[in-house]
C-alpha cells in the first residue's frame, strides 16, 4: 500500500516511504556486478570514480541554487553544510583519481546523467518538501545503498579507495539522507501534502534508474 492515506501519520508514513523506496530498488543499482570479473569490476569502478566527481559537482551546485528558495528556517539552516560536505567529496575524488594516474575532468556525462541534474537544478522552484524528498530522502538515501555496495566490491582490488569512501564521504551521505527524513517529518503533516512528497520521490527513482541503465551499457563498453 502507498503511504497517502489519511489515516497514515507522519512517522509512520515515512517508515513505509523509505520501505517503498528500498522495495524499488532492490536489483536495480547496476553500475556494479558483483560477479563480474576482476578486470570488469575494475573498470566499472573506475567509471564510478569519474562519475562521482561530474555528480559531487553538480550536487553542490544544485544545492546552492535551491538555498535561497527553501524559506523553512529549520531546513535551510542544514544546506550549507551539506554544499561544503558535496564540495569537499568532489576534491577528495579528484585527487584519487591524479593519485591513480587517471584524467579526473574527462569524464564526459551521459545526455541522460546531464538532464537529470539540469531537471534538479530546476526543481529549485518548487515546494521545500518536494525539493528534499527527491534529492535528500530518496536520492541520497539511495547513495548510501550504493556507496555501502561499492565500498564491498572495491575492498579486494583496491581497499585505499574503498577506504576514502567509507570514512570520508559515507557518514556524509547519512547525514544528508537524514535531512530528507527531516523534511518529511517537519513538513509532511497533511494527507495533501504526503501524497505531493511521495510522487516526488518516485519521480526521482524513476529518472535515476533509467539514467543507471545508460551508464551501466557505457561502462560495460569501458567508457
Not at 72 to 79: S, T, V
Not at 125 to 131: F, G, H, M, N, V
Request: charged content about 35%; overall charge negative.
Amino acid at each position: 500500500m502507498r503511504p497517502s492515506e489519511s489515516s497514515v501519520d507522519t512517522r509512520e508514513f515515512v517508515r513505509q516511504l523509505a520501505e517503498e523506496n528500498r522495495a524499488f530498488w532492490r536489483d536495480r543499482d547496476v553500475r556494479l556486478e558483483p560477479v563480474a570479473p576482476r578486470e570488469v569490476l575494475e573498470r566499472q569502478l573506475r567509471y564510478r570514480m569519474r562519475q562521482g566527481v561530474y555528480n559531487e559537482l553538480r550536487a553542490a551546485e544544485l544545492i546552492a541554487a535551491w538555498i535561497p528558495s527553501v524559506r523553512e528556517r529549520e531546513i535551510r539552516e542544514l544546506l550549507p553544510r551539506q554544499l561544503d560536505d558535496e564540495q569537499r567529496h568532489y576534491q577528495l575524488l579528484r585527487r584519487r583519481l591524479l593519485d591513480r594516474g587517471e584524467d579526473p575532468d574527462g569524464y564526459e556525462p551521459l545526455p541522460e546523467w546531464e538532464a537529470l541534474f539540469d531537471w534538479l537544478v530546476a526543481a529549485r522552484s518548487r515546494p521545500t518538501i518536494e525539493k528534499l524528498a527527491m534529492f535528500q530522502f530518496a536520492g541520497e538515501t539511495q547513495s548510501c545503498e550504493g556507496f555501502e555496495t561499492l565500498i564491498r566490491l572495491a575492498e579486494p582490488i583496491d581497499p585505499e579507495t574503498a577506504e576514502l569512501y567509507r570514512a570520508q564521504i559515507l557518514p556524509d551521505e547519512y547525514r544528508h539522507a537524514a535531512i530528507g527524513r527531516h523534511a518529511l517529518l517537519v513538513l509532511a503533516d497533511t494527507p495533501e501534502i504526503r501524497a505531493r512528497a511521495a510522487e516526488a520521490g518516485r519521480e526521482m527513482n524513476r529518472r535515476v534508474a533509467e539514467a543507471y541503465a545508460s551508464h551501466r551499457r557505457r561502462a560495460d563498453r569501458g567508457g
